[in-house]
């Protein structure tokens, strides 16, 4: 079949929207009309060259919602009509790290993921002859596109796509870096450093659970608004105040936070972030994905006196269980999504969305196809 979609051609250029061939879905596989995509970053970082598993012609996008138009020999958890939310972390139930029950991080598909193919070494997109890749598993760019079963999560049909689409990255992420990652506990202090489509999650999902002190830290002042919207009790801009920001955050925080949170994808910002916890249990979750290449320092005494450095990918969250119920969590009003939608966009503007996104203006961009 015919699908559009937005194509990276090549890094560092803008998307190109073109007609693309979809070969049907294989053996456990699934063929899913996409209604909406959000951008989040980690599209803007691939795109900029910046991911080393980065490769091109590509079609990017994993934030998406849809509808199954077709299922391959062997799936049984899905039929055409259901309602669902891709998965870039799937859930296959059978992996030693899914059995482990110590981690989201299942491992079945990871390895030809990240070669933007296929489980079966194959892309499913091709254009003018020549394969495209497959991105994060996802390609939600793409009006049509083709998945494992175990990389969908199915969802009740009276959500919204263009709100639900969001829980397919960075609603999960940010919430559930707070529930499942750092299970941060009523009346604690709390950091989230970067106060975008992931931190303003982070944060409301502090507030979901009783934090105390909610301080969020951007160099954008209009985040200020934004992250007061969603709890944020103390905002620190740190090319504002005098000294340094890690002794100021310790400051605010009677000796330094409870749990902090990276949302940045800064390493320099991820020191600050470790050094603000507080001595002997602090607690500091990165979430920010860093350029190729870069690494993270501090003293090993950061360590040695008790704080804790960790990371959270997908908000801790195994998809095809967790994620209709953070689906159930915004229908019932638990959690806000609405707000952060900034701008909705035709798939001929997608490139729109990421200049909105480099400019500071937009939380979340959502494409409608
Ligand atoms: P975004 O562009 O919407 O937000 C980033 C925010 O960080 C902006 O408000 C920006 O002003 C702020 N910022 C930049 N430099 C800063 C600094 N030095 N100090 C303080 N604030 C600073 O991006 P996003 O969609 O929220 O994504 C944030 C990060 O999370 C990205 O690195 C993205 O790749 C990553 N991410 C990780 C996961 C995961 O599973 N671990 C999932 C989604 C996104
Ligand atoms: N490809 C990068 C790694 C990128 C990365 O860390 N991705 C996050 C999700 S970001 C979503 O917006 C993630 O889930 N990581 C776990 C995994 O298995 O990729 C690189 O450095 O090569
Ligand atoms: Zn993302």
Same mark, same amino acid.
């Given at each position: ?7 990276? $051609?090549e ?7 073109v007609?693309?061939d ?19 970053h980690?599209?803007? @970082? ?11 012609? =590509?079609i990017?996008? /994993? ?10 020999? +062997?799936?049984?958890?899905? *039929?055409?009509?259901? /309602?669902?939310?891709?998965? @870039?972390t ?6 030693k790290?899914c ?16 070669k ?5 070494? =194959? ?9 495209? $890749?497959?991105?994060?598993?996802c ?9 494992p ?6 969802i ?6 263009e709100?639900?689409?969001y ?6 992420t ?11 506990e009523p009346g604690? #202090?709390?950091?989230v $450093? +970067?106060?975008?489509?992931i ?8 507030r979901?659970? +009783?934090?105390? *002190? ?5 160099? #954008?002042?209009?985040? *200020? ?12 801009n740190?090319t ?7 002794q /100021?955050l310790?400051?605010l ?5 409870d @749990?902090?949170?990276?949302?940045? +994808? #800064? ?14 249990w ?5 979430i920010?994905?860093a350029?190729?290449g ?8 950061q360590?040695?006196t ?7 990918a997908?908000?801790?969250?195994r ?5 209709p119920?953070?689906?159930d969590? @915004? ?19 997608? #490139?729109?969305? $990421?200049?909105?996104?480099?400019e500071?203006k ?8």
């Open positions: 079949m015919k699908t559009r979609a937005a194509v990276a $051609f890094a560092k250029k803008p998307l190109e929207i007609e693309l979809l070969e049907g879905p294989k053996a456990f596989e699934v063929l899913v009309e996409i209604m909406a995509t959000g951008i989040c980690t599209d803007a @970082y691939t795109l900029d060259g910046l991911d080393s598993e980065g490769i091109f012609p =590509s990017l996008g /994993h934030e998406g919602a849809g509808i199954v138009r077709e299922v391959g020999k +062997g799936v049984t958890s899905l *039929k055409p009509g259901d /309602h669902v939310i891709p998965l @870039y799937p859930e296959c139930r059978e992996c790290s059995l482990s029950r110590k981690t989201n991080l299942c491992t079945s598909i990871r390895s030809t993921q990240g933007g193919v296929m489980p079966d070494g =194959s892309s499913r997109f091709s254009y003018k002859g020549q394969p495209v $890749f497959h991105y994060m598993g390609s939600t760019f793409s009006n049509f596109t083709v998945l079963e175990i990389a969908l999560a199915k009740r049909q009276d959500a919204p796509f709100k639900a689409c829980i397919g990255c960075g609603v999960t940010g919430v559930g870096a707070v529930t499942n990652s750092a299970k941060v604690s #202090n709390v950091v $450093f +970067g106060l975008g489509g931190g303003l999650n982070v944060i409301q999902g502090a979901m659970v +009783g934090a105390d *002190k909610i301080i969020g830290v951007d160099i #954008n002042n209009d985040k *200020k608004s934004w992250g007061e919207r969603f709890g944020m009790t103390d905002f620190v740190p504002e105040i005098d000294g340094d920001i890690v /100021h310790v400051g925080t009677d000796g330094g936070a @749990y902090t949170f990276d949302c940045t +994808g #800064n390493t320099t910002v991820m020191r600050q972030a470790l050094e603000a916890c507080h001595r002997g602090g607690v500091s979750t990165v920010g994905v350029e190729a870069k690494e993270i320092a501090t003293r090993p005494f360590l040695v008790g704080r804790v450095w960790q990371g959270s997908f908000g801790g969250a998809g095809r269980t967790d994620v119920k953070i689906v969590w @915004y229908m019932d009003g638990k959690i806000e999504i609405d707000p952060m939608i900034t701008h909705v966009l035709s798939l001929e503007e997608i #490139n729109k969305g $990421f200049d909105l996104m480099h500071g937009s939380i979340r961009s959502v494409v409608v196809f």
